[in-house]
């Protein structure tokens, strides 16, 4: 039953959830654009919602000229994501299992001793300067990865997680004499099988969009990931445009530069863009299993 | 046995569980050896990036020589902190713009992730609920690299969407990318654009598992939807916003370098607002290696950002003691 009065605010709901939505796609239309114009018209009249001059010549430049670079980073980015998710869902699955085994004398300890890393840290000089010096990350594949093998705040919730497991299957197993390796291995980990996607996915996320660390780290073009190329990009493009040219390394300044940029964003996006449907999902579920009490 | 934590507070668990002796440490070392195995190699993650680290905060004593590094470098006394003092005045900006830039981004994110999950609880379209919120959710996904990049061509000087539309309107250009304070609002709406969608979804469940007898009783009251809103609805969501926020207080002081290094790319026209802390400590240390300097001012934030975290707990311990962190 809907008075008038009403029946109009639901209405300038739904108008204000589908600008909103609208708000949120509409910059990758622009860059789809961008990518698809041809470079002196971006130049003379500007960037378009609509491709100025439809044309692949952009993407034909790429592939043809800047493929092996592409293709490095592109390469590099998914062998970080593959090795880095990898080893943070098993370091953290397996901190996460300890501080949820139920009478383990030291697991309040160990918990703590991870939740004091998220109150309090040394900050990004000490960080860097161990990194570098001490722990000789600087131009490794390591240290693309190795610093976020151990998300506090994913470990905790796997530890949700693995609590929601009725204990009497691990005591069943105890009797039958599994070690903790066993039952962690065997039992926790396809028991945990929806926990364990969701921290993958987060990690994959997570390892697919850094470039703090290629940042702090990297200097050989070899190591660079398509976040970190598409950066070095970005950032010689503005030291041309405000006047500081002589700064600009060797890095891909290529003929088409608006297009070229807007042909990369797209490329960066795409993998994330075809998986997100499916994985969607599993992230919303993730979200509400980790935020929600009880 | 003794009585389980909370499982969901992992602050809640104060170690009161310390081995007595080093005999009983063995012999559970003996027993539980393959726990110890299993967390190894989280603690020596959490050994190397997160504690050694705050040890190396005893580089603000001293006068750091790449060659000697962190513990060979010679004493400096409070010499650093003088030059801290003497050059206030860019670390006090630095801590203005980090302060300033995320109370904004926790004011007008919560505002929105709040409005969306409220606005989406009052649609009854299950699949018009499905796909914005699937829409809403995808700029998370994106780096800020991309988001720098795209936002440069909607605010390019010649080329932008944006001049564009002024000029189309009769308006004068706008040079966003050498307007420090037009550009705080730039990072603000940028910031709502990544994770609106993100936030809602978490007030969004939260309201989901709100029990409907509430609601029902409130229409056969004959209340409006209105009146739904602000006297059930948000009411619901006030803890929830309450906790968000306190843990948001705690990192005050820490701002997000690749979000100003992915849409700023460092300009330095527009660093009188975006020079947060970690910005300046990459500027001046990591880029120009005045390594002295930057570590007094990183000492002065992992103390001061600790001191927020601790008052944060204090307030959620006053407002609700089940709030409290830890």
Known sequence: MQTTENKGLVIFFYVC?????????????????????????????????????????????????????????????????????????????????????????????????????MLFSGGTLPWYLLSTKYY???????????????????????????????????????IDGAGHLRIFFSIMIPLGRVGLVTISLFYALQFWNDFYLP??????????????????????????????????GGAIIAPPLETAKMAMTCLTVLPIAILYPFLQGFFVKGIIVGSVKG | MMQEARPDIPGQMVPQAQPASARRFRKSLRKDSSLYLLALPGIIILILFAYLPMSGLILVFKNYNFNDGIFGSPWAGFANFEFFFSSMEDALRATRNTVMLNALYMLTGTFFSVAIAIILNELRSKWFIKITQSV?????????????????????????ILNQLFQALGLSQMDWYSSPWLFVVILVLANIWKSAGYGAIIYYAVLQGVDTSYYEAARIDGASRWQI????????????????????????????????????????????????????VYRTAIRSGEFGFASAITLYQSVFGFVLVLLANKLAGWYDKDSKLF
């Open chain 1, 136 to 174: 000789h990350l600087g131009d490794t594949l390591l240290g693309l990865f190795i610093p976020y093998v151990l998300s506090v705040f994913l470990m905790f919730l796997m530890a949700n997680y693995f609590r929601s497991i009725p204990h009497e299957i691990v005591e069943s197993a105890q």
């Open chain 2, 136 to 160: 809403m959710f995808f700029p998370y996904f994106i780096s800020w690299i991309i988001i720098g990049a795209i936002l440069f061509s909607l605010l390019d000087y010649d080329k932008g």
């Open chain 1, 17 to 117: 959830i589908a600008v909103f939505s609208v708000i949120c796609l509409v910059p990758f239309v622009l860059a789809v654009s961008g990518s698809l114009s041809t470079e002196s018209r971006i130049a003379a009249e500007g960037y378009s919602f609509w491709p100025r001059g439809f044309t692949f010549e952009t993407y034909q430049f790429l592939f043809g000229s800047k493929a092996e670079q592409i293709l490095r980073a592109y390469s590099m980015s998914l062998i970080v994501t593959v090795l880095g998710t990898l080893t943070a869902v098993l370091v953290t699955t397996a901190y996460a299992y300890v501080i949820s085994v139920k009478g383990f004398r030291l697991k309040n300890f160990f918990a703590f001793f991870a939740y004091f890393t």
């Open chain 2, 229 to 280: 809103i602000t006297k059930i609805t948000v009411p619901m969501l006030i803890p929830s916003i309450i906790l968000m926020t306190l843990l948001g207080i705690g990192g005050m002081l820490k701002g997000d370098l690749s979000m100003i290094m992915g849409v700023t790319f460092l300009n330095p026209l527009l660093l009188p607002t975006t020079d947060i802390i970690d910005v300046y």
């Open chain 1, 215 to 248: 940042l702090m780290l990297v200097t050989d073009q070899d190591l660079y990931t398509i976040q970190y190329l598409m950066y070095n990009m970005m950032a010689n493009i503005q030291f041309l445009a405000s006047g500081n040219a002589a700064q600009v």
